[in-house]
């Protein structure tokens, strides 16, 4: 059995500091603690920052701007990026943020998931990678979170027969709810079974939580395997990511990988900082339908820095419902979060 070191709630603590201006107190989240440094022991290069020991936790966020002396941003905007978990932050060098298109009655808040990072990764991900043609079969796995849903509406109305899975019988019901005919909770229905019984094979699979490797983990072991055994030929695997794997050192290693050549599948990772050139027609197109609820979504909203461990931890052990957000400084925002 893979031995599990959640990192989060013991290693995370919220501090305050006294502090230059503008006010004189600023809340940090810190990381400490040798779990928290156990990918530092890699010697690869990753494409995004590493968690630093006793520094703020960097995460997908919004502000609003207080000052500015760059003629980018004004006082006022609110903008989105990779932002350290702090009250607020000065910058002499401002990392890449993106000014939010202001939609009164639109929450803020859906900038940090459907509109945010996960809107964007399905977004590029079916645009460069699903070559998806009418008629064709597409398998989303765990489809019940911001990304698996948002990519169940953007497919709607392209002609595919679209199967989904999800992970309890209520996220069952809330991708039933957005319109797909058929979805099964995986614990409880045999994935190679239902798949096998569409009698089409799979063209597209939408992976959101195994990547190359599944971790031990009774619960979602091998359904990418399946997915590569029922794959048809130039069938394609877009691979979300491996939230399987984030807490487990023993990793499962793919068996049947020799498939992906004598198929011709290709194989592709969606990953929104690669493509920061298609993000302006994303800020064009999806806003407008998420107001006009061409595609709906959930959230599941926390209240203050004290949560934050506790929301993180959810997410690592699967406890979330819905997009975990945490909300602070509301006051801040010109409508609401
Ligand atoms: N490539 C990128 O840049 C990028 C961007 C955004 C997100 N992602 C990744 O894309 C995937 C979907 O994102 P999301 O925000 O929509 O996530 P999410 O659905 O809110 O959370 C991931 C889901 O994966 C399932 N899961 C299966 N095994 C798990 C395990 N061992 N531990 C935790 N969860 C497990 C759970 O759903 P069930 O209860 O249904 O099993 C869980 O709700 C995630 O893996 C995320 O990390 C990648």
């Not at 048809?232 to 499962?252: A, D, F």
């Not at 990988?257 to 064009?284: C, Q, R, T, W």
């Amino acid at each position: 059995m893979a031995r599990r070191s959640f990192p989060v709630k013991k290693f995370l603590r919220v501090e305050s500091r006294t502090s230059r201006s503008p006010s004189d107190d600023e809340q940090y989240y810190f990381m400490s603690g040798e779990k928290a440094s156990q990918f530092r022991q890699l010697t690869c290069q990753f494409i995004q920052p590493l968690y630093e020991l006793r520094k703020p936790f960097l995460n997908f966020a919004l502000g609003v701007v207080l000052r500015s002396e760059n003629p980018k941003y004004k006082t006022g905007d609110h903008v989105y990026g990779f932002l350290g978990s702090q009250a607020y932050i000065i910058y002499h060098d401002v990392p890449p943020l993106t000014i939010l298109p202001v939609i009164e009655n639109l929450p803020w808040s859906v900038y940090a998931g459907t509109l945010g990072m996960a809107g964007q990764t399905t977004y590029i991900g079916w645009k460069l990678y699903s070559k998806a043609t009418k008629g064709e079969t597409m398998f989303i796995s765990t489809a019940a979170g911001p990304v698996g849903s948002a990519v169940v509406q953007i497919t709607k109305d392209q002609g595919l027969k679209v199967v989904v899975s999800a992970g309890s019988d209520e996220k069952v019901e809330f991708i039933k709810s957005i319109g797909v005919g058929i979805a099964f909770n995986y614990k409880s229905q045999d994935t190679r079974a239902v798949l096998e019984n569409l009698g089409t094979g799979v063209d597209i699979f939408w992976d959101n939580a195994s990547y190359l490797f599944c971790v031990v983990d009774t619960l979602y072991s091998g359904i990418l395997e399946i997915a590569i055994d029922l794959l048809n030929v130039y069938g394609r695997l877009i691979n979300c990511e491996s939230i399987s794997q984030h807490n487990t050192e023993t990793k499962y290693g793919i068996k049947n990988l020799l498939f992906v050549m004598l198929k011709s599948l290709s194989m592709s990772v969606p990953i929104a900082s690669n493509h920061f050139d298609l993000l302006g027609e994303f800020y064009i197109e999806f806003p407008q339908k998420v107001f006009g609820s061409e595609i709906k979504y959930t959230g599941q909203r926390h209240q203050g820095w004290e949560q934050v461990g506790q929301a993180i931890l959810n997410v690592q052990k699967r406890q979330n419902k819905a997009k975990a957000v945490l909300v602070v400084a509301s006051e801040l925002f010109s409508h609401k979060l």
